[in-house]
């Protein structure tokens, strides 16, 4: 008998200490939502942690968009429970968890303003995408590739935005948007957004906001919507900054830093960087077929070209809190590039039975430099109602831009050689005075006004040279120049009502325009005038619905006011048989626009959908034309009517540094008809891509990234599918202070083929450009900073902006 019984207790007490230590290590899993401690409103996306009495990390996560918070503690026990957000003072309580809980809800944690770092730092699970109401924004600082890519890199990743492979960027399938740098109009990167995107390392920024359907505050301009660029980062007293330098296989290079202090009331933050951008042995081919001409009837051109551009970059900003309620503003920096470019081309034509009537060689060299110089002055009064603010404002911007191209024609089959050097210089200055007032009336009613006024000053002056006899002599028979200014006037007012999970804005905008140019050419002077009033309706209403999920739709118009780049008279006939030029009798672009959307938000993924509609009756066209002689002319007019019909998908997935997805795509059907060309076209457009990062080991990751775009329709063309691959490694060192990347950009083939179509009833033509994009990317990303003091800030809204955005939060971080 006791050898039956005693197996059987045996038996008994080891299922009892299995169930007892099974019983200790049930997670329990902890729950609440943080509170601004002084508005009671919640604080998206904060770090909440718990540690042991040593300090030792033992997990953290991100709250939602609603401040709501829910994680898993991996057993009873006794924990130091910390909340944090950047800009605030950390919470910490001590938190006793046993057995016989599942599920505690720890109610509203209440944080207040204020930052307060000690020694022991826990990086925060940023969203990669966060999704609000009036805008999405993509935080930079969250992809684990921004330390070895560019910016244009990075914006292939962006919900609603593409880069093709020629670096033009569309945002919502429109390349004429607004570029907004930390919430205001500035030059330093909107002239020339294009060049910039391509050299300046995506980790001199801090996020992207997307605005498709811009609240009546933004200016009317940009049909595609706007582009936030952030850059600022807050701080506290102390400082902090990095430095970072990168080079490339293909011979670009670039270097910077970031510096960002505060001492007492004063605070400044500077960034500088220069970079180089490398293009060689690029290659063109052209084959077009005019049927206007039986004895220039085909025509064929080959070349190749080496290009290099740098680019020099430097902005500074100061604030004085002079008490809780004022604060003073001053920001300046600076924008210079320049490129060259070299080469040789082979133009020939033929007649109908395909033999040679005319054939000659281009040998090319050009010079282009740009830049902006800008600089701003604000004043800002806030109130001790929570919000309600009060902001003057002054921004200046100077952008220069030059043109400098030696051609020399050699003929070979009749045709006439020469040598010519051309030169333009165009300039433009833009002044901006503001004043905007937001006032939260009650917790359901909101109000905003303002008023703005806008000069912009564009000249352009260009000088032609022929040499002859061993001199160069000017030839004023082939030069056209432009004065242009413009005044803009507008006042906006909008209002928005919440209650309870319904939020509904509504606002107008009205402009007014006054346009005062004078065109000069050999021939003489041209004045002209011309003025428009514009009143620009904005509504949009949004339902916060149970689990993160909100429902949104939204109809605005936008214009598009056509810029010196577009005006610009000046004849580029560099390649004599292909020539540019701009046209100073363009009108502005009025688009109305609707959308309607649904996103999903959670602590681990995001998702959401867009459907929008846009329409134009006098879109700007980019036109060409070819004459008897076989001379191709390209000019800018408005006899496009345009429609697009266009959805937009994106998803990410974020599980610390263990897995990191992010797929983000739209397609598109779009239609263009000119009455007075007698043109139509029409298709589908498609571009999108897919992200990963896995973790390898501690603190090093692996990413991979695709992206397809093509098919763009405009009135006498349409773009080929194209795809780009990527693959990177990030390894973190020195406790995170040291970052090594290396990437390489299409591994899997060394050129891309870049080809488009073009056809009217006078002519057919087929182009391809060929670029080398294969290269290998290194660089080093060096963080350092200190803080050592508590400080109660004042609630600020950003400058330009109070419901759209322009205000982000730097790097979340929660220190018990």
Known sequence: MKKIILPILLLIMTAVNLHAQKAENVKITITGVVVDAATGKTVEYPTVAIFTDSLKLITAAAGGVDGKFSFEAPSAGKYIFSAAMTGYTNYKQELVLDNSQRRVDLGKIEIAEGLELKEVTVSGVRPLIKNEPDKLTYNIDADPMASSSVIADILRKVPMISVDGE?????NGETNFKVLVNGRSSGMLVKNFKDAIKAMPANTIKSIEVITNPPAKYDAEGVGGVINIITNRKTTQGYNGNLNVGANTLGGYNAGGYISAQVGKFAISTNIYHGNEVSKKGRNTSESENFLSTDYHYSESFGSSDSYTKFTFGNIEASYEIDSLNLITLSGGGYLGASTSEGLSTFTTMNINRQITRKYNNIFNSKNGFGSLSGSLSYQKTYKKPDQNLTFSYSVDASPMSTDITSEIDPEVNYVGYKQHSINDAKGMEHTIQVDYYDPLTKKHMIEVGGKYILRQNTSDSKVERFAENVWTDDPARVNDLDYDQHIASMYGGY?????????????????????????????????????FDVVPYLNLNMMLKKGNMLSFAFTQRLNRPGIWYLNPYVNDSDPMNIRYGNPELETVRRNSVSLGYRKASLKWNFGVNLSGNFSINNIEEIRRIDENGVRSTTYENIGKNSSYRLNVNYSYRAGEKLNLNVNGAVAYTTVNSVDLSLENEGFSFNGGMSASAALWKKATISFDSYLFGGDISLQSKRPLMFFTGIGFRQRMLNDKLTFSVSVRDPFSATKTFEYDSIDPTYRMNSKSIMYTRSANFSLFWRFGKFNVNVRKARKSATDDKIGGGNPSATTTATP
């Open 496 to 532: 928005a009502y919440k209650y309870k999970t319904v939020t509904a804005k509504a606002g107008f905008r009205g402009e007014y325009t006054f346009n005062d140019g004078l065109s000069k050419s050999y021939e003489g002077d041209i004045p002209f005038t011309n003025k428009q």
């Open 167 to 171: 670096g033009t960027v569309r945002l």
